[in-house]
Every structure is written in C-alpha cells, then in structure tokens.
C-alpha cells in the first residue's frame, strides 16, 4: 500500500510572501445588495389599475368646492384699472362697478376695498376677490404711500396663519391672501417714476407683482417697444423681481417658458374696454377713436390677451402656490421665529389654555 503524501509544508520565505500578498491586496468586499428593478407593468399583462383616474377624481373635487383667487391692482387714478379688470374676467367684478360713483372724492389716504364675486365657466366656480386700492400715489406727498398696502397683505397672512394654527381648525381655511398684484405703469414713454421703483422694491417682497402698461394704445409702436425695453432695464438695475422670479422655475421647461415672458412680454402693454363693436361682421371688445376701432382682444393692437392667457389659463395655479409656499411661509417663518418658535396666539386658543389650565386645577 502506498504511503499518503501529506501536502508541502510552506517553508519560512513563502509564508512571508503570504504575508506581503495579503498586506497588499485587501480582502474584497462584499457588493452591496442591489434590489431587482420591478417589472415593467403593461396592462396588456396585468390587466387595468386605474391610476390615471386621480387627475378626474381631483378635477371633480374642485369642480364641487371651487376655489379662490385675490387679485390686487394698483396704480394711479384714470389708468383704467376698474376696466381693465372687467375685461380681464368678462364681467363687471372692479370696486368701481360695484356702487362706485366715479365722482367720489378721492380718499386722503389709500383706502383699500375687497370686492368678491363668484363666477362659473364650464361648471367650475371660482371665488374671485378684486383689491383696488384707489388713491394710491395721487397726493401732493406720497412719502411711503405703500405701507397701507403692505400691511393689507400682510394682514390677510396673518388671518390665514391664526386660523391655520387653532386646534380645532377649519375643514378649508378661508384664503384672503393677494396671490396677484397687477401694478399700473402710467404710458410716459420715458421713464419710470421714483414712486413706481420704491412701489415695487418693497412689495416685491411680499407678493407676486406683474407689472403693467396701461392705455398703451396712446404710444406709437416703435414708441411702445422702447418703453418696455427701459421698464425691464430699470427694474433690472434697481434689483426688483417681478413675477414670475427667475429662482422659482422649477425645470428647464419653466425656465424656458418664463424666460421668454421676462424678456419679451414684460411688462404687458394693454388697453382695457367693455365696451362691444362691430369689427368685420363680429362683435369685439375695443375701443372707438376717430381713425378706426382699437381691439382689446388683437394681439396686432395691444397685449391684453397675453396677459389675460398668462394670468388666467397658464400661471393661476402658479401663482397661488408661489403665495403660498414663497411669500406665505417667509412670513409665516418669520412670524414665528419672532414668537420665539410657537404659534401667534389668537382669542380661540387663549380661552383653550385658560380652559385647560382650570382642567388642572380642579380636584
């Protein structure tokens, strides 16, 4: 029988060899669990989930509850805000139409007016609230004229936070918040005014402002063009930020889209009129001059239905959510961290708290 052959023992050298190997080469390490991508689901294999039937779900919702929207104008008296607001929503929503007689003296100070309507278009309500703010740079003085308005909008966050805070809140906080503020540029030609700059630098801060030319048909079009050029150039320089602000868009779409609204629509050149003509067998808006019939809704004339297709059908949405994710939460932030962290206390909660403090006390 033949003897086992043990194996070769490793001499001296080659286990210091062994060392060296394994000093220089780490032991390597265990991949990470990766989990298996999930299969594709194709509804030919699985048959039909149902999941694009959340958008119809929430489209019924809002049909039911409707929603609101605050819309602020400003700017100086015989501008044609009250018009232009008519014509924007196709009804008579402005303060002036609404029991204003046009020869009311003009109030000392800027007295602020919230008118509300509902309209309906394709079964959808909408809550519309219109802030005018009559009055506004009209005086001899207009040292900080805006301050009145400042403290408007500042007042209808802190009524949504008070509500917002309570502990037993409601179902849907009424929203009173200015999500737009349509300022009026006066049509010089020249320049804007120091007002207008000081206007726009402090309420830049606090709402979305869109900015205005308003009676632009009293310009040539060369005329036009050069005023919007040197609007958005003093802007620029002064530091204001229109709306929509370039560090809110949210992908290169956004980005693109808006960079095109910021460079050539702003600010919107516009004619406002409620009044019908008839324009080549159809009825339009416009406006009756000596030399023909100037039409709201003709982008050859004027640029109301730019504004109107951006205020309305493309940035609404928008513009609520920058007021309240933006605007609304600087406040809100700063409101509380004021308040040393805790929420501002409303008559409701104080009464909680005595409330529960009497709890304590009894046996």
């Not at 080469?25 to 509804?43: D, F, H, L, S, T």
């Not at 009026?184 to 979305?208: A, C, Q, W, Y």
């Not at 290169?252 to 019908?276: C, H, Y």
Request: glycine share 6%.
């Amino acid at each position: 029988m033949g003897v086992p052959c043990s194996p070769p023992r490793s001499g001296p050298v080659e286990s210091k060899n062994e060392a060296a190997m394994s000093e220089l080469v780490p032991e390597p390490r265990q991949k990470p669990v990766v989990p298996m991508k999930p299969m594709g689901i194709n509804a030919n294999l699985l048959g039909y989930i149902g999941i694009d039937t959340i958008i119809e779900q929430m489209r019924k919702k809002t049909m039911k509850t409707g929603f609101d929207f605050n819309i602020m104008v400003v700017g100086q008296s015989g501008l044609g805000k009250s018009t232009l607001v008519n014509t924007l929503f196709k009804s008579q929503v402005s303060r002036k139409s609404s029991g204003w007689n046009r020869e009311e003296k003009i109030p000392k100070t800027v007295e602020i007016k919230a008118i509300g309507h509902v309209i309906e278009e394709g079964g959808v309500k909408m809550k519309l609230t219109v802030i005018d703010t009559p009055g506004f740079g009209d005086q001899i003085n207009n040292e900080n004229c805006w301050e009145p308005i400042e403290k408007y909008i500042n007042e209808q966050y802190e009524k949504f936070l008070k509500e917002e805070v309570n502990i037993a809140r409601k179902k849907r906080i009424p929203d009173t918040r200015v999500h737009c503020c349509l300022y009026f540029i006066s049509p010089t030609g020249h320049s804007l005014r120091p007002l207008d700059l000081e206007f726009m630098k402090h309420l830049s801060k606090v709402v979305n402002i869109i900015p205005v030319i308003a009676k632009a048909d009293t310009m040539t079009l060369e005329e036009k063009t050069e005023f919007k050029q040197r609007v958005r150039k003093e802007l620029e320089v002064n530091g204001i930020e229109f709306y929509p602000q370039k560090e809110f868009d949210e992908d290169l779409e956004d980005k693109t889209e808006n960079d095109k609204i910021r460079q050539e629509s702003m600010p919107f050149a516009v004619v406002g009129s409620d009044k019908e003509y008839q324009v080549n067998g159809k009825r339009v808006l416009g406006r009756k001059t000596p030399w023909g019939i100037i039409e709201v809704e003709n982008l050859t004339h004027c640029e109301f239905a730019l504004l109107r297709d951006f205020v309305i059908r493309t940035h609404l949405q928008d513009l609520k959510e920058v007021t309240h994710n933006i605007h609304y939460e600087t406040y809100r932030a700063k409101r509380l961290n004021d308040n040393g962290g805790l929420p501002p206390m409303t008559v409701e909660t104080e009464e909680n708290h005595e409330n529960h403090e009497l709890l304590l006390k009894d046996p």
